[in-house]
């Protein structure tokens, strides 16, 4: 189009495109902009023409994109004070979570705008694809030589797609003693389904429970690999948090921390034996990737084959876009469910060998503070409350416990108390008029016995009181 005094070098057409478009790229707040895929850096003015002119050239390269165009269309989007839907950058309230029911990159707000983290996977787009796992198929049975393990992962993996706004709440957890088993491999097979822009993948959990954490929970798949946490540690209950609540409270720098809805499903690593997860832990689905293709196994060289054609699938759209149809028409076993896990009916024998571990080492410590106490006898309100603070199990799993390692449990008053409580007598040992009584004659008052504390395990005296009130309504039921 030529230009004359009174004539543009545009049309309306095209200036809203390339206006929508500038739009659709930035979100604005307290006079600084923000490009919607890196909201944790500010930019200008003239940072947001400089971005935006790279990205019209090539997004919107079938534009004639004329100085009059660009001044009127950066002029529409930046400067004028409007309201008109698409032609202002909008203003950020901070906001941001995944949200995979919505195409839209910025969601409406009370006048503002929250920012949805969520990104189609372009491979979707592609049209008129048979369902096909493909090598897929092969890499998948190789790595999980145990039919109920792999149909396990395949349910939990083809619910987290199906239902891509809704989140798990429980997750696999892939460990292997050796190297180059492919757990790392399988993690990037899941995140190419997913869509990279929708996953994030890091070593242990650092930064999915540090403070500025809102980058991870952002997005819809989270990977830790090399995942590898003490027991009952503050990493560790952020994780148990993050994987059962949907309500979570995130932070990014040089911002308020904010409550979100969040759908995070969640994938982890390890070549480290996880003895840090409690007995009978709901929320991971413990796999050993056990195959002899590992990096010194006697199959090392057919398994590298078959990782580098698996990389191959995983480049080509129309291969992931089959293997995702694949999944999506996937019918779940009827026992399935993406919310509990039922870790009787579907442990794994990885499952079972670390809750064997775990309940041994547990009770290894509790024998070994009993006999730091000296004493043979204690109230169970003081073991409770150890088992609970020191070694940070379940107070319900008290009697469990003691009565494995021998001790056995009597109600009896004493302190001028009008009421009986529950106190543990170490094994050979019993309770007879008012005195603990034992070999060799051994005989002594039971007020006495029972009023001496741990050693180095002083607990709050209102926390107490809470256990022995909660004990004392067990005692009760009993």
């Keep these: 189009m030529t230009k004359n005094d009174n004539q543009k070098t545009y049309t309306e057409a095209e200036l809203n495109r390339l206006v929508n478009a500038v739009c659709s790229w930035f979100v604005r707040r307290d006079g600084k902009y923000y490009q919607v895929e890196h909201l944790s850096t500010k930019l200008s003015r003239d940072d ?85 796992w493909g090598v897929a198929e092969e890499f998948l049975e190789t790595i999980f030589p145990r039919e109920a393990e792999r149909e396990m992962f395949l349910n939990w993996l083809a619910w987290c797609l199906q239902n891509e706004s809704d989140k798990p709440n429980w997750a696999p957890f892939l460990y292997s003693a050796r190297k ?22 890091q070593n242990n959990v650092d930064k999915l429970t540090g403070r500025f954490n809102a980058s991870v929970l952002t997005r819809k798949l989270v990977v830790c690999e090399e995942l590898n946490l003490r027991q009952d540690s503050p990493q560790g209950n952020a994780l148990k948090t993050y994987l059962t609540e949907r309500e979570i409270m995130t932070e990014r720098k040089g911002q308020e921390a904010e409550q979100i809805r969040h759908c995070c499903c969640f994938l982890f690593t390890s070549n480290h034996l996880p003895l840090w997860i409690e007995p009978e832990d709901r929320r991971y689905y413990l796999i050993e990737i056990d195959h002899d293709g590992h990096a010194t196994g006697p199959r090392a060289g057919e398994f590298a084959s078959l990782v580098e054609r698996l990389y191959a699938f995983m480049r080509d759209d129309r291969a992931i876009a089959g293997l995702h149809r694949v999944l999506m028409e996937r019918k779940l076993d009827d026992g399935f469910s993406a919310k509990t896990l039922n870790v009787e009916r579907d ?37 409770a409350a150890l088992i609970r603070t020191e070694l940070g199990q379940n107070v319900n799993s008290t009697r469990h416990m003691m009565t494995e390692l021998g001790w056995s449990k009597f109600k009896v008053k004493w302190a001028k108390q009008d009421y009986a409580r529950a106190i543990w007598v ?31 395990a002083e607990v709050l005296s209102f926390e107490r009181e809470a256990i022995e009130d909660e004990v004392t309504k067990q005692v009760t039921l009993e």
């Design 180 to 201: 180059g088993t492919g757990k790392s491999t399988l993690c990037q097979l899941v995140a190419r389904l997913f869509g990279s822009e929708n996953a994030v993948t």
């Design 347 to 383: 442990a794994t024998p990885l499952m079972r060998r670390v809750q064997g571990a775990s309940e041994q080492t547990v009770r290894t410590q509790l024998a070994e503070r009993l006999d730091e106490r000296g004493q043979h006898a204690v109230p169970e309100a003081d073991v």
């Design 426 to 456: 170490r094994e050979g040992y019993w309770v007879e008029n008012g005195k603990v009584r034992g070999p060799g004659g051994y005989s002594q008052p039971i007020a006495e016995h029972l009023e001496t504390p741990f050693k180095g």
């Design 48 to 132: 947001v023409a400089h971005i935006s002119l790279a990205r019209i050239r090539d997004e919107c390269n079938d534009i004639e994109t004329s100085r009059d165009l660009l001044r009127d269309g950066f002029r529409r989007a930046i400067e004028m004070k409007h309201a008109i839907p698409g032609q202002t950058i909008p203003i950020w309230n901070g906001r941001e979570y995944c949200d995979p029911g919505t195409d839209a990159r910025v969601v409406n707000e009370r006048g503002a705008v929250a920012v949805n983290s969520w990104r189609e996977p372009g491979y979707r787009l592609v049209d008129e694809v048979e369902p096909s």
